[in-house]
């Protein structure tokens, strides 16, 4: 991914923190950190999973108050600075989880953040708010029902809805946009088009800071790099002064020299072509935007599904799951035909599902690690006259947790304290433990950080050459050349291409999409 335009002068100071600290009950989540956002500056904030990004995050919202004896202040267009909490009005947020209401229509959600047009007493008719809504989505190439309940988007669709509406609150240049992962389910196209809003905020004397693990964005996009490690700034230097090795290595403590982490990757494995019988076997799957999908994935194979926003490809798991309604002439899997499929009618038949909203859809976010993991298959765990046998329960979760390298490693800590990339590897964890014959991915490393990148891409592979059919659904059209053996392009809700074997690159995989 190329920079869209060329590097912006910085100006006057629009954000100061200064030797802010965050302290949590045994855990010191910031420590003295310090950084700057000027008027016309893109500045990126990388780190690993509880480097500390999420808890600066919500200081900078007034979610959380740091410590006594930092200074966090909004600059005023005089150039005086005052506590954040007075004026947050100049900052806008589009948050990891989105923070959108799921009982709203998108257009309310759309007029969240700004009061209602009148015409005297009246409100503005709503006519007009659907005609702006839409026109809004729009810019980022979406097109569904602004009236409909956002709890009904895709996760792409949910993340355009955020962006729309961050950007529509923009009521003077001179203010900072914070976003927060915020491409993770868009598709190159969509992401560009992101960009050019970004580099357009700046060029009229806005501030952005850009909290991304994907450091091809990063490079793209900001004019500055702040990295984050164990709560402390690690460094904070030019873009034009850091290069992607050095940065990995920053991110992860990593000496130079070692092993890469993605970016230099492995060669995707070549044996596995799917010449087996199918293990699933689907026909004429229908539902929403998918309007006919046939399918075959064979044991030990692994299938991405690929296509631009509203496409059906971030349906199709999700439908194969029973996790929303959908009709098929055929659903077959390891030769056994399934009808009115349920989610628990798939965990029966060994599949299982990482879905592409982990907080909605991937872990009860008030239960505990350990409740989580557990959660799909209680039934090693139950002794005689239907006891739980606790000791074997910690047993098995801390071998997943050591496993998947979850920090902090306390199986008894509420799921939602965790950050979003350790939420994503105890996902994983709870599905692998099952053994699943067939394990449906969608967006798979979203939220998650260059090293446990690696270590999911691992899990992903091992599934598979432990006999597992595997189907990713991705907007990450790198992560699809590297880890499938083929993937197939969803057009309009059919399948209009598949690439394999030396034809699966990105470029040959986005020319196709697009």
Known sequence: MAPISAKRTSGDLLLRIEGVSKTFPGLRALDDVSLSVHSGEIVAVVGHNGSGKSTLVKLLAGVQTPDAGGNLGVSHHAGRTCATSGHRAELHFIHQDLGLVDSLSAVDNLNLTRPYERRGLLPLRRRREMAQAKALVGRFGAEFDVREPVRLRSAPERSVIAIARALSAWSDDR???????????????????????????????????????????????????????????????????????????????????????????????????????????????????????????????????????????????????????????????????????????AIGAGIGYVPGNRVRQGAVMTLTLRENVTLPRMSPFVAALGRLDSGAERREVGRLIEEFDVRPPRMDQTFNLFSGGNQQKAIFAKWLRNNPSLLLLDEPTQGVDIGAKSAIYAAIRAAAESGAAVIVASADTKELAEICDRVLVIEDGTVTSQLRGADLTEAKLVSAIL
């Not at 690690?234 to 090795?245: G, K, L, N």
């Not at 993605?262 to 799917?274: M, W």
């Not at 631009?308 to 349906?315: I, P, Q, T």
Request: charged share 25%.
């Open 175 to 345: 203010n900072v946009l914070l976003l927060d992962e915020p491409t993770e389910a868009l598709h190159v196209s969509e992401v560009d088009q992101l960009f050019r809003a970004l580099h357009t905020v700046a060029d009229r004397g806005g501030g952005v800071i850009f909290i991304s693990h994907r450091l091809d964005e990063v490079f793209a996009l900001a004019d500055r790099i702040v990295v984050l490690r164990d709560g402390r700034v690690v460094a904070d230097t030019p873009t034009s002064a850091m290069d992607r090795e050095r940065l990995a290595d920053l991110i992860t403590a990593r000496q130079s020299g070692k092993p890469a982490v993605p970016g230099s990757r492995a060669p995707r494995p070549q044996g596995r072509t799917g010449g087996s019988a199918p293990h699933l076997i689907v026909r004429g799957l229908r539902g929403g935007p998918v309007r006919g999908i046939d399918l075959d994935v064979s044991v030990g194979e692994i299938v991405g599904l690929s296509g631009v926003l509203g496409s059906g490809r971030e349906r199709v798991n999700s439908m194969l799951f029973g996790a929303v309604p959908a009709n098929a002439a055929v659903i077959s899997v390891g030769g056994r035909r399934l009808e009115r499929l349920t989610p628990s009618k």
